[in-house]
């Protein structure tokens, strides 16, 4: 069978493309502005790009279209779709069709923290020799790739709760039929989809109603946004995570002044110890997850402790892009407050009182709208320096960001301006937190060659 796949090279898509070429499904598709490494990855699977959305790819017709989200109304290849009668789905249902609709679906969920998670989970269950399918929003360095098709049963997916398509816009996780479900936190965001908080809890309820009942919901306990939601309705056994010991919360932690290393708990019963290269409060509930997920999935705890010790970490998640004369540059992909300010708490516990630079492009729709304009310089605050980038087209004065966080905040407009003025305000000892979700210009290079090295 020919899949033929719109919107292609995005992490989600491109994911999706490597699975179906692995399930033995014929695929191809298109994108704009195709380029490395996506582009070369899908080559390297035999799979055949092209460059734009004209009609014209649809001859000869596949026999079956997914669409990406990023496809909209108005062109040409979505019309002609329209009016060929080929039969088409979104990229999550499609997924749920040909592949999900056989495995034990761990699904992991919520605003912050699921690619950490969903990359967790899969390598305690590869550590395992359970040899799982996963589909995560990153590149986890133990596996080197973003999806795979893994053999039955177990799939790990990063469940997001964006809208599905042009035609769907419910979110992508509730096509996904979870038997285990995490639940790591909740916040307003996606502010281009959602009007309120209450409509993306809404959206959780629907994730919630469809786990069955001998599954799994592993939920953060500390979280007053979920326990509503989860007040709701719920028909499926809970195991809640926190922290620190909270009313609910079956699993904790005790762990350093950086969490490198912390002590494992369920309920008043020690479990063992972990010791790895991660560090911050945030990504010790992101264990704590993965490790009850993964207990239901029948991996005993100590085992899944024993995997977290070899976890490698994920790709622009806290990652040392270089160093440079004494100054450390690190890519993350933070860009909503709470975030921003887990990592920059998260590499103050790990450097002391070193000076920590933190960098910001306002990439996302939210931030562009300025949702989150006045808890930006709380979040931000932790920092020793502040940068911000503000693009023409950005829509808000960050000036006000600024002036909020005093002397030490600075404002620029320009990525080769910013790259040249943080090279000369930096020293010794510094460490550069770059934070976007996206890739911001290539910032993390220009600065590296600024301060005289290579990336």
């Known amino acids: ?11 989600f898509m ?8 692995a399930a033995g499904f014929k695929v191809t598709g298109s994108d704009r502005n195709v380029y490395p490494p996506m582009s070369t990855q899908l080559e390297a699977l035999g799979i055949a790009l092209t460059e734009g959305f004209e009609a014209a790819q649809l001859t000869p017709a596949p026999d079956v279209v997914v669409v990406g989200n990023v496809m909209t109304r108005g062109q040409p290849v979505v019309e002609a779709l329209l009016e060929s009668g080929l039969p088409y789905y979104s990229g999550p249902e499609w997924l749920s069709r040909e592949v999900l609709a056989r495995r034990w679906v761990l699904a992991v969920a919520g605003t912050h923290g699921k690619t950490t998670t969903s990359s967790l989970l899969a390598w305690i269950l590869e550590h395992a020799g359970l040899n799982p399918g996963f589909l995560i929003g990153g590149v986890p360095a133990n596996f080197g790739m973003s999806a795979r098709l893994g053999t039955e049963p177990f799939f790990v997916i990063e469940a997001d709760e964006y809208d599905t398509a042009f035609f769907d816009k419910r979110a992508k996780f509730v096509h996904y039929r979870p038997r285990t479900v995490i639940l790591n936190n909740l916040e307003f965001d996606h502010a281009d ?10 959206q959780f309820h629907h994730l919630v109603r ?3 009942g001998g599954g799994r919901i592993i939920w953060n306990a500390a979280d007053a946004n979920l326990k509503a939601t989860l007040d709701m309705g719920s028909w499926t056994p809970l ?9 609910g919360a079956l699993w904790t932690a005790q762990g350093a002044e ?3 290393r912390f002590r494992v708990f369920e309920g008043a019963e020690e479990r063992g110890t972990v010791e790895w290269s991660l560090l911050g409060a945030h990504n010790v509930q992101n264990a704590l997850a993965a ?11 100590p085992q899944a402790v024993a995997a977290l010790r070899e976890f490698q970490g994920i790709a622009r998640r806290m990652q040392l892009a270089g160093e440079v004369r004494g100054v450390r540059v690190y890519d993350d992909f933070a860009h909503h407050p709470t975030a921003i300010a887990t990592t920059v708490d998260g590499l103050r516990r790990r450097v002391g009182t070193a000076r920590i630079i933190a960098v910001l492009e306002p990439r996302s729709h939210t931030m562009r709208m300025g949702v989150h304009r006045d808890t930006l310089a709380p979040a931000l605050a932790g920092a020793d320096e502040i940068w911000l980038y503000a693009p023409a087209d950005l829509g808000w004065d960050v000036g006000a960001v600024a002036q909020a966080l005093g002397q030490r905040a600075r404002v620029r407009r320009d990525i080769d301006a910013l790259a040249a003025d943080l090279a000369g305000a930096v020293r010794a000892g510094d460490h550069v937190l770059i934070m976007s979700n996206g890739g911001f210009g290539g910032l993390h290079g220009k600065l590296l060659a600024a301060l005289g090295g290579t990336r």
């Open 258 to 260: 950086d969490y490198s």
């Open 14 to 21: 491109g994911g999706i493309a490597a699975i179906a070429r």
């Open 193 to 202: 989809i959602y009007p309120d908080l209450s409509a993306i809890q809404r």
């Open 239 to 247: 195991e809640g995570f926190a922290r620190a010991p909270q009313a």
């Open 210 to 212: 469809i786990v069955p």
């Open 291 to 301: 490790i009850a997920a993964a207990r239901h999935a029948g991996v005993p705890v």
């Open 1 to 11: 069978m020919h899949v033929h796949i719109l919107g292609i090279c995005g992490t």
